[in-house]
C-alpha cells in the first residue's frame, strides 16, 4: 500500500480564526437562526410576552399567600373542642 501526497497542499484543513472573532461569528449565527425561528412563531411569541408578567404578578400576589395561610394556620371545623397541642410546659404534679 502506497501513499501519495499532493503537493502544494495546506498543511491545516481549516482556517484558524481568533477566540474573539469565532465567538462573534458563533453569537451573529445564533442570533440570526432565533430571528428565523421567531418570525416563524410569531403568533405564539406575542401572547406568551404578554401572558408570563402577568401570571407571575398572580401566582406571587394571589397563590402563594393563599399557599401561606393555609399553612400556618390550619381551619377549625366549628364545634369541635380545642386541641390541647402543643402541650403545655407545666407538668401534672
Given at each position: ?23 462573534r ?66 407538668s401534672?404534679?
Amino acid at each position: 500500500m502506497t501513499t501519495a501526497t499532493i503537493p502544494n497542499a495546506p498543511s491545516v484543513l481549516a482556517p484558524v480564526r481568533k477566540p474573539m472573532a469565532a465567538t462573534r461569528v458563533a453569537f451573529r449565527s445564533l442570533i440570526l437562526r432565533d430571528l428565523v425561528v421567531l418570525r416563524k412563531t410569531l403568533k405564539e411569541f406575542i401572547p406568551r410576552t404578554i401572558l408570563q408578567p402577568l401570571l407571575l404578578v398572580f401566582v406571587f400576589t394571589y397563590v402563594f399567600p393563599k399557599i401561606a395561610r393555609a399553612s400556618v394556620a390550619p381551619k377549625r371545623r366549628p364545634g369541635s373542642p380545642r386541641s390541647s397541642w402543643p402541650a403545655s410546659s407545666a407538668s401534672p404534679s
